[in-house]
Every structure is written in structure tokens, then in C-alpha cells.
């Protein structure tokens, strides 16, 4: 019975599961996306999360820590160099596992592992919800209604003015004109 053994095996020695993970989280990394088996996705979420936490502090003994797990000198600096600053205000839940089917071969689930701030279509999706905000409340359309109705009357005036400014001038200039062609 695997009574209080909390994290998947993975049918694999300690040694071998160790490597596994070690090759996973340095491809996801340094790849930002990766297409794996459900289980060992869920398992490289457990491993891979706590080495991003670390790398938001680059001091060397991070450095070293992150290296003892993933044994890839790239990885950690890609890690501490491109992924670190994008996720230095982020409280945790840096990757994404998306359900993408069955494997043809033996209908493994399969999943595509990601990380969160890395997803240039989803980001861009985002963006453009933000840009677009209204409301359908009917006191708003009031309100700007209102506000219209002034802004038009103010640019009204405002060419009543001007009109009026102009009609000035031009009759200033007439009058030096006459003065000018009489002398």
C-alpha cells in the first residue's frame, strides 16, 4: 500500500524520476512549452514551481540550489536572466497545464505545460479585453448623454466667439484698407 506517499512515482526508481524531471523542467524552460503525459506534467508543476520562487532572488546560492536540480548551466541562466524578471510580481502559479487529447500510440492523456506569463496569444487576448470596458447601466448613458449635450454646447459657443472674433478683424482690415487707398 503507498500509505502517506504524496507525490507520483511515475512507475520509475528515484534516480531515473530524478533525471526525468530534471530533463522536463530544463526543456520547459528553456522552450517555455512542452507537450508531455498528464502525470508527469503534474509532476514537473511540483518540481519546476519552487525553482522559479528561488530564481526571483539571484544571489549565487540560489544559482547553485536551482543547478543541483536541474544539472543544465543554460537552463539556469535562461531561468535567472529571461524568466525571472517577468515573473518577479507574481505570487506563484507560473505554469499552465492545458488538457490536448489522447497519444495515438497507447491513449495516454496528454498535456501541454507552459508558463503563464509566456503566452504571447493568450496575453494579446487579454490586452484587448482590457481595452474595451462599458457598463449597461442606464443612469451611465444619462450621464453621458449630458455630457455631450455640454461639450456641444461649448464648442458652439466657441464658434459663435470665433466667428465673431473674425468678423471683427476682417472689418478692421477693410477699414485700413479704405484709409489707405483714400490717402
Known amino acids: 500500500?503507498?500509505?502517506?506517499?504524496?507525490?507520483?512515482?511515475?512507475?520509475?526508481?528515484?534516480g531515473h524520476r530524478k533525471a526525468l524531471l530534471a530533463n522536463l523542467a530544463s526543456s520547459l524552460i528553456m522552450h517555455k512549452r512542452i507537450e508531455t503525459t498528464l502525470a508527469k506534467a503534474k509532476a514537473l508543476?511540483?518540481?519546476?514551481e519552487p525553482l522559479?520562487?528561488?530564481?526571483?532572488?539571484d544571489t549565487t546560492h540560489a544559482r547553485r540550489t536551482v543547478f543541483?536540480?536541474?544539472?543544465?548551466?543554460?537552463a539556469v541562466s535562461?531561468?535567472?536572466?529571461?524568466?525571472?524578471?517577468?515573473?518577479?510580481?507574481?505570487?506563484?502559479?507560473y505554469t499552465r497545464i492545458l488538457k490536448i487529447g489522447f497519444r495515438q500510440g497507447d491513449a495516454a492523456d496528454m498535456a501541454m505545460m507552459e508558463f503563464v506569463d509566456f503566452?504571447?496569444?493568450?496575453?494579446?487576448?487579454?490586452?484587448?479585453?482590457?481595452?474595451?470596458?462599458?457598463?449597461?447601466?442606464?443612469r451611465a448613458k444619462k450621464a453621458t448623454n449630458a455630457t455631450v449635450i455640454e461639450e456641444t454646447v461649448t464648442a458652439k459657443a466657441d464658434t459663435e466667439t470665433q466667428n465673431k472674433e473674425i468678423s471683427e478683424i476682417k472689418e478692421e482690415i477693410v477699414a485700413e484698407?479704405?484709409?489707405?487707398?483714400t490717402e
Do not use: C
Open 177 to 181: 484698407v479704405e484709409d489707405d487707398a
Open 52 to 57: 522559479v520562487t528561488k530564481s526571483k532572488y
Open 1 to 14: 500500500m503507498r500509505h502517506n506517499k504524496k507525490y507520483n512515482h511515475l512507475s520509475r526508481q528515484s
Open 119 to 138: 503566452n504571447e496569444a493568450a496575453l494579446a487576448g487579454t490586452a484587448k479585453k482590457e481595452t474595451k470596458k462599458s457598463t449597461r447601466r442606464s
Open 45 to 48: 508543476r511540483v518540481y519546476v
Open 68 to 74: 543541483s536540480y536541474l544539472k543544465d548551466k543554460y
Open 78 to 93: 535562461e531561468l535567472f536572466r529571461n524568466i525571472a524578471p517577468k515573473i518577479s510580481d507574481r505570487p506563484g502559479g
